[in-house]
C-alpha cells in the first residue's frame, strides 16, 4: 500500500530538466507571439476586433495582450514564478481558444487569426482550437511539483536541444497547419452570399 502511494506520488512530480525545457519553449512561444503583435500592433488591434467579442469601448484591450504575453514568457523562465506564469499563460490559450470557437460557430472562417507573424494573414480554423488546448494540456505539466533532483549539466544540453527541437516542430506543424487551412478559406471566401 505504501510503495502503490508513492508511485503514485512521484508521477504527479515533473522532472526539472523537463520543466526547464517547457519553461524554455513556452517562453519563446509567448515572447514571439508578443514580439509580433508590437511590430505589427494596428493589425493586430485590427484583428483584435473583428472577433467580435467586446464592446468597441473595450477594443484598447488589444494593446494589454503583448504586453501580458511578454509578463507570461519573462516569468516562465524564473523558477520561482513558473506555475503562476504556467497559470496565466494557460488561461490566454483558453481565451484564445474560446474567441476561435465563437467565431467558428458563427461561420465567421475567413477572419485573420491575428497569431501569424509579420504581414501574415490567418484565417482561423478549428485545429488552431485543438492546437490552443493542446498547449494548454503541456503548459498546465508546469503546475506539477519539481521532482526532487538537482540539475546536472548533461542537463543543459537536454534543456537546450529539446527546447529548439520543441520551437522547430511547433513552427513546422504551425506552418504546415496554416497553410493547409488557406485553400477552405478560400473556398469560404468564394462562396459567401
Same mark, same amino acid.
Given at each position: 500500500?505504501?510503495?502503490?502511494?508513492?508511485?503514485?506520488?512521484? *508521477?504527479?512530480?515533473?522532472?526539472?530538466?523537463?520543466?526547464?525545457?517547457?519553461?524554455?519553449?513556452?517562453?519563446?512561444?509567448?515572447?514571439?507571439?508578443?514580439?509580433?503583435?508590437?511590430?505589427?500592433?494596428?493589425?493586430?488591434?485590427?484583428? =483584435?476586433?473583428?472577433?467580435?467579442?467586446?464592446?468597441?469601448?473595450?477594443?484598447?484591450?488589444?494593446?494589454?495582450?503583448?504586453?501580458?504575453?511578454?509578463?507570461?514568457?519573462?516569468?516562465?523562465?524564473?523558477?520561482?514564478?513558473?506555475?503562476?506564469?504556467?497559470?496565466?499563460?494557460?488561461?490566454?490559450?483558453?481565451?484564445?481558444?474560446?474567441?476561435?470557437?465563437?467565431?467558428?460557430?458563427?461561420?465567421?472562417?475567413?477572419?485573420?487569426?491575428?497569431?501569424?507573424?509579420?504581414?501574415?494573414?490567418?484565417?482561423?480554423?478549428?485545429?488552431?482550437?485543438?492546437?490552443?488546448? =493542446?498547449? *494548454?494540456?503541456?503548459?498546465?505539466?508546469?503546475?506539477?511539483?519539481?521532482?526532487?533532483?538537482?540539475?546536472?549539466?548533461?542537463?543543459?544540453?537536454?534543456?537546450?536541444?529539446?527546447?529548439?527541437?520543441?520551437?522547430?516542430?511547433?513552427?513546422?506543424?504551425?506552418?504546415?497547419?496554416?497553410?493547409?487551412?488557406?485553400?477552405?478559406?478560400?473556398?469560404?471566401?468564394?462562396?459567401?452570399?
Amino acid at each position: 500500500m505504501v510503495h502503490a502511494r508513492v508511485v503514485y506520488h512521484v *508521477c504527479l512530480m515533473i522532472d526539472p530538466a523537463v520543466s526547464a525545457l517547457l519553461a524554455g519553449a513556452f517562453a519563446l512561444l509567448f515572447g514571439s507571439a508578443a514580439l509580433h503583435k508590437w511590430l505589427e500592433a494596428q493589425r493586430f488591434a485590427d484583428a =483584435f476586433r473583428a472577433y467580435d467579442l467586446v464592446p468597441a469601448s473595450l477594443a484598447w484591450i488589444s494593446r494589454l495582450l503583448p504586453a501580458l504575453e511578454l509578463a507570461v514568457a519573462l516569468a516562465l523562465l524564473a523558477p520561482p514564478s513558473r506555475a503562476g506564469a504556467a497559470a496565466a499563460g494557460a488561461a490566454l490559450l483558453l481565451v484564445y481558444a474560446a474567441a476561435i470557437g465563437v467565431n467558428l460557430g458563427r461561420g465567421r472562417r475567413t477572419l485573420d487569426c491575428g497569431c501569424g507573424g509579420p504581414r501574415e494573414r490567418r484565417p482561423i480554423g478549428i485545429w488552431m482550437v485543438w492546437r490552443n488546448l =493542446f498547449l *494548454c494540456a503541456l503548459l498546465a505539466a508546469l503546475l506539477l511539483p519539481g521532482a526532487p533532483r538537482a540539475l546536472a549539466s548533461v542537463d543543459a544540453l537536454t534543456i537546450g536541444a529539446g527546447t529548439a527541437v520543441a520551437a522547430l516542430l511547433y513552427m513546422s506543424l504551425d506552418a504546415l497547419l496554416g497553410r493547409a487551412q488557406l485553400p477552405a478559406a478560400a473556398a469560404a471566401e468564394g462562396h459567401r452570399p
